[in-house]
């Protein structure tokens, strides 16, 4: 670790002077449990270092009808959530990443803003349409769709003067339910492949009528599989429908190779079975919630 | 004689050295801090291969908090190149830089020492260092081909041919004859990747020279203190008697810890330059890539039986990737080879195997828990699985009658183990029995299996390079009645305080608590060879045995003298000498020590006075290998018998461990706790190398998974119960306390145990180590494709070489190693 200056801020507004004068000699912290690992390495070096984590009007949960939360909230609060819809989806995929430790320190806002490919909070948002609201020094917000958040791996549509303030996340549409399913080697591990559905079904016919399925982890950023969520809409989810979406989702999703974790052939072949598993969960659960 | 009390070994005494790590108090290695300390960083290899072009390291020098700066050109002539385990030996391969070639990645090129340990990774960063990159060659059997690139060119090769430095050949019986007799012959070829210890604690050491006295005080992280400081005086010409080295609490070590560091040479070096102490704690990558692994391996074998099931012969040539330096890799072909081949008594009447130990571009091989016996013991027991699959038999019954018994000990095998005692045959009856194994072989479910494997485990050996086999400790009886054992050994987590103390207890009946063990420091403790090869018990015990007897029997002779009774009669108990039968009588031990050390005039004339004190070392009646590798190379054998169960994803490929048993037996079980812990701790390694543990290098020798983000690492819910163990024990004849080894059995058959239960919940051989999970769902997706009930992954890696089985047929091919 290289020596660096260390402001711990109280405000945005204070995060976002600092951002507009220093550039990108100054990068927000939060968690630190992205940066801290590349500074350690040296692999990152800043002179300043602006501590956002205690910034008051960055933390907690609001619910109304949808949620809007804090982009500093720590996973540990998202998993203490007793929600059920968007809500019950964050607290599980917050709840499924590596340890204790991190999820005490981890946040939201860092993990979307890192946008590291194998983060599970960035398909997660594009899985609940959530929207990124962005803020300005000059106090001037802006909303960014989850889907167009990431432009790249680590990289994201925010400006070098511009932070993450909130996410807003709708609320579900009635009869409509959710499934995540992850791939990890071992208990830990970052996710080689990650899928989430949420589908809602007709109460009268239990036909699909809307389906978004969204792939991560695989790709550098989350894939919306739009083709293999039209499949499905109108119709019946049956298990030979989910196994059209899957191969659908194989062909709409390009992962990248990854030299120590999964060939591009493998996280294929997992992209094919989470997507089917997701699809059939994600039923199984609408089918109740229509009941 | 000793008095029929409570003993304590055999109980299960909370161990000793708990508490203080419990309560963080322990002292590592990382929290030392001397006066005027300061702190050097070791510039890296980036590749596999290169020559060094240029190395200027002016601009450190000018940095702030800069102190020194070391190059290869600052020990060339100075330094002597060392060998691998001990000193005299023919190989001196090792510098404390690469010598103008870089020969594996995250090898030493220069080092800077500062005021402060940022400072230092400063000073790193300024050296300009051009490097020629040179093509590597990564895979041990490539690397044995006459055409291959040399490793390292500057190594003196005085033995060996090409990258090749020596070999090790098995032979017994007449493989030609046990092939023609053969009814089915079944081959494969294997690899096995090189699983790292990851020990909590990571390397380092911290150096404080003295130029006054000229004396070097090693603080090492090190399993042997003498070791460290037998190679260092040689490698820096300072008499031995001037140099000290001791470790602090250490945080595991597993073998890894177990050679002279380059980083431990750099570091007295510049204490010696400046006379201040240096401090160097390696970070993950520094471990993982220059701090020892498992030897990955590539090996053909062949295993000869008769229809009914009768193994009559082994054949096997394969090849050791030691790295680009020695460092114990030979020792580990012997040793994990000869061993892994029992417990199959007539298979091992024809035996013919050749180990080439080849370096490679890639991290030097050490010392890891089960020392070449997991890759020997997985491929014989896959190919008796296979076996077993083509002439319809259950493989734990072919196991079972291929085994030496109980009851036929004393056994001396083909190989020329000497087999004292054993409970091999139960161990494999009783965990059989425990984990339900006919059950489910009778009811199988879909992508779920069973597997059995077996090894006996060494206990401790010795070692071939060097000849030796002990361990020493010197006793003191105080004269307030407590005692203070010195030990040669390096605990690293074993509890050596509390089974020392147990055994202590019981030889000169004093209470558990008033004895206390100092370990691993050259100036207190004699010399011995240290810990590792699960040997403390047995061995460092044995020595512990003989200084316990020579410390009562002095007492006897003062108790006898002044107590006016018989010697025979007398017996210890209750921290008191007496007649026995009549504890309420007789001396204190701690009169009797006062006596001897402050009354000296009341002692026998015979005895000798002062503190009464005892020094034992224990060298174990072993053998060196014969020139046709045979020999009892190990004093007693600890029989292994493990049953898995796994559950495979057939979606994803994922396997779970969702039961595993384990039946051993470790001689005389000194303290429960303590042997369940190893068998717990030895099976999630055992695991980890089964399912993913592998250092990767990529084509140029650069290391892709250097950290723990990286590297297949399971944590506690990815491992079953890991309570299923049942102690069987056979007490050793050998050793002195009736012990055999434990902690690394569990470690040795997990990936064979393992592999065999995926075959039985898949049909698919995996004959690659670890099977990871895209191996598993590729080979899975392989199978469907081919429709068949039965393969192996890689596909065709095992196969029928010879069949005179009805319905068998033979599909013989030339394999790779002719």
Redesign the interface.
């Known amino acids: 670790m290289k020596s660096f200056e260390f402001v711990r801020v109280d405000t945005t507004d204070a995060a976002l002077e600092l951002l507009a004068k220093e550039g990108p000699e100054a990068r927000l912290i939060a968690g630190g449990q992205s940066l801290v690992p590349l500074l350690r390495k040296r692999q990152l070096q800043v002179k300043y270092l602006v501590d956002i984590s205690r910034v008051p009007e960055l933390q907690g949960i609001e619910v109304n009808g949808g949620l809007h939360i804090g982009a500093a909230t720590r996973y540990r609060d998202l998993v203490r959530q007793n929600g059920t819809g968007p809500a019950a989806l964050l607290a599980f995929c917050a709840g499924s990443i590596t340890d204790r430790q991190v999820r005490n320190l981890a946040t939201i806002g860092g993990s979307l803003c890192f946008g590291a490919p194998q983060y599970d909070m960035p398909p997660a948002a594009v899985t609940l349409s959530a929207v990124m609201v962005a803020k300005k020094a000059d106090g001037s917000t802006r909303e960014i769709p989850a889907g167009e958040f990431l432009v790249g791996a680590r990289k994201t549509a925010l400006d070098e003067d511009e932070m993450l303030v909130r996410v807003d996340v709708p609320g579900f549409e009635k009869g409509a339910a959710w499934s995540v399913q992850k791939f990890h080697p071992h208990q830990g591990q970052y996710a080689l492949a990650w899928l989430g559905c949420v589908v809602s079904l007709d109460s009268a016919t239990s036909a699909c009528r809307q389906v978004r399925i969204v792939a991560g982890c695989a790709a550098e950023t989350p894939v919306l599989c739009s083709r293999a969520s039209g499949l499905l809409e109108g119709q019946s989810p049956t298990t030979e429908a989910a196994h059209e979406a899957a191969e659908s989702v194989v062909d709409e999703v390009e992962p990248f190779a990854d030299l120590v974790w999964a060939s591009i052939a493998y996280k294929k072949e997992l992209l094919r079975t989470l997507t089917y598993r997701c699809v059939m969960d994600a039923r199984d659960r609408a089918l109740k919630e229509v009941g | 004689m000793k008095a029929k009390v409570q003993l304590k070994v055999g109980q299960p005494m909370p161990r000793k050295e708990d508490l203080v790590l419990l309560t963080g108090q322990a002292k590592y290695l990382a929290d030392m801090k001397l006066p005027r300390m300061l702190h050097t960083a070791i510039l890296r290899a980036p590749m596999g291969k290169a020559n060094v072009t240029r190395l200027d390291v002016a601009a450190v020098r000018a940095m702030p908090g800069i102190v020194d700066v070391l190059t290869p050109d600052d020990v060339k002539g100075k330094v002597e190149p060392w060998g691998d385990i001990c000193s005299d030996l023919l190989i001196g391969d090792r510098m404390p830089f690469a010598m103008g070639e870089v020969s594996y990645y995250g090898q030493e090129v220069a080092a800077v020492l500062a005021e402060t340990m940022?400072e230092a990774?400063?000073g790193l960063?300024a050296i300009q260092v051009d490097y020629e990159e040179l093509p590597a060659v990564i895979d041990p059997e490539a690397a044995a081909q006459p055409d291959a690139p040399v490793v390292n060119g500057s190594l003196s090769r005085e033995f060996g041919y090409g990258n090749v430095f020596d070999s090790y050949r098995l032979r017994t019986g007449d493989i030609d004859k046990a092939f023609e007799e053969a009814d089915l012959v079944v081959k494969g070829d294997f690899s096995f990747g090189g699983q790292v210890a990851a020990s909590m604690e990571p390397h380092g050491c911290v150096v404080d020279y003295d130029p006054s006295t000229q004396k070097l005080t090693v603080y090492s992280t090190t399993q042997s203190v003498f070791l460290v400081r037998d190679l260092l005086a040689k490698a820096l010409h300072i008499a031995r008697n001037n140099i000290h080295v001791l470790t602090l609490t250490l945080g595991g070590g597993y073998g890894q810890k177990l050679q002279l560091f380059g980083h431990e040479v750099i570091a007295s070096i510049f204490a010696m330059r400046t006379g201040r102490p240096v401090k160097i704690v390696l970070d993950r990558e520094e471990v993982f890539s220059a701090g020892g692994r498992r030897a990955s391996q590539v090996r053909h074998s062949e295993l000869m039986l008769k229809k009914d099931g009768t193994l009559v012969g082994y054949r096997e040539n394969f090849y050791h990737n030691a790295g680009a330096n020695s460092h114990w890799a030979n020792q580990i072909v012997r040793i994990g080879t000869q061993i892994g081949m029992l417990p199959y008594k007539t298979m091992m009447e024809n035996l013919y195997i050749d180990g080439n130990v080849t370096y490679t571009n890639t991290s030097p091989v050490g010392a890891l828990r089960g020392f070449g016996t997991p890759q020997s013991v997985f491929c014989k027991e896959t190919l008796i699985e296979y076996a077993a699959q083509l002439l319809g038999m259950d493989p734990l019954e072919m196991r079972l009658k291929n085994s030496i018994r109980a009851d036929e000990c004393p056994y001396t095998t083909p190989a020329g183990q000497k087999i004292d005692t054993t409970s091999m045959d139960i161990c494999i009856e009783k965990v059989a029995e425990a984990s339900g194994w006919q059950a489910a072989r009778r009811a199988p479910k879909p992508y779920v299996g069973v597997g059995n494997a077996n090894t006996m485990k060494y206990t401790s050996c010795r070692h071939p390079a060097f000849d030796s086999d002990l361990d020493a400790v010197r006793m003191r009886l105080e004269t307030d009645g407590t005692v203070t054992v010195f030990s040669s050994g390096a605990p690293q987590g074993q509890g050596h305080e509390t089974f020392m103390s147990q055994i202590v207890a019981d030889e000169l009946g004093v209470d558990f608590e008033m004895v206390k063990v100092v370990s691993a420091d050259t100036e207190l403790v004699p010399w011995g060879l240290g810990t590792w090869g699960s040997r403390a018990a047995a061995i460092t015990g044995s020595a512990l045995m003989i200084a316990s007897g020579r410390i009562r029997e002095k007492l006897y002779k003062i108790a006898a003298h002044i107590m006016e009774a018989p010697i025979d009669d007398l017996v210890v108990s209750g921290n008191k000498v007496h007649v026995r039968g009549n504890p309420d009588q007789g001396m204190w031990i701690q009169q009797l020590a006062q006596l001897c050390a402050y009354r000296t005039h009341q002692l026998p004339p015979d005895v000798e006075p002062g503190g009464i004190e005892a020094i034992a070392t224990f060298d174990t009646p072993t053998d060196r290998e014969d020139p046709s590798g045979r020999g009892n190379f190990s004093l007693t054998y600890s029989a292994h018998s493990d049953v898995a169960k796994v559950e495979v994803d057939p979606?994803?490929?994922?396997i779970r461990v969702i039961d595993y048993f384990q039946a051993t037996d470790c001689g005389t079980v000194i303290n429960p706790l303590i042997v369940a812990g190893q068998h717990q701790g030895a099976l999630e390694m055992g695991q980890g190398q089964a399912?993913?543990e592998d250092l990767?290098y990529?084509e140029s020798g650069r290391l892709?998974?250097g950290s723990f983000?990286?590297y297949?690492?399971?944590?506690?819910?990815?491992f079953p119960d890991l309570n299923n163990h049942i102690d069987v024990p056979a007490p050793s004849e050998m050793s002195l306390t009736g012990a055999k080894s434990v902690g690394e059995g569990a470690t040795v058959t997990p990936p064979a145990a393992i592999a065999n239960a995926v075959h039985d919940a898949t049909g698919i051989f995996m004959t690659e180590i670890p099977i990871?999970?895209?191996k598993m769902?590729?080979a899975l997706?392989e199978k469907e494709r081919r429709g068949v009930e039965q393969m192996s992954w890689p596909p065709e890696s095992i196969w029928v070489e010879k069949s005179r089985v009805e319905g068998v047929a033979a599909t013989p091919r030339a394999a790779a190693q002719e």
């Open positions: 940022y990774q400063d960063e979606g994803t490929g994922l399912l993913g990767i990529d892709l998974n983000r990286d297949y690492f399971p944590v506690a819910s990815d990871t999970a895209e769902c590729m997706r």
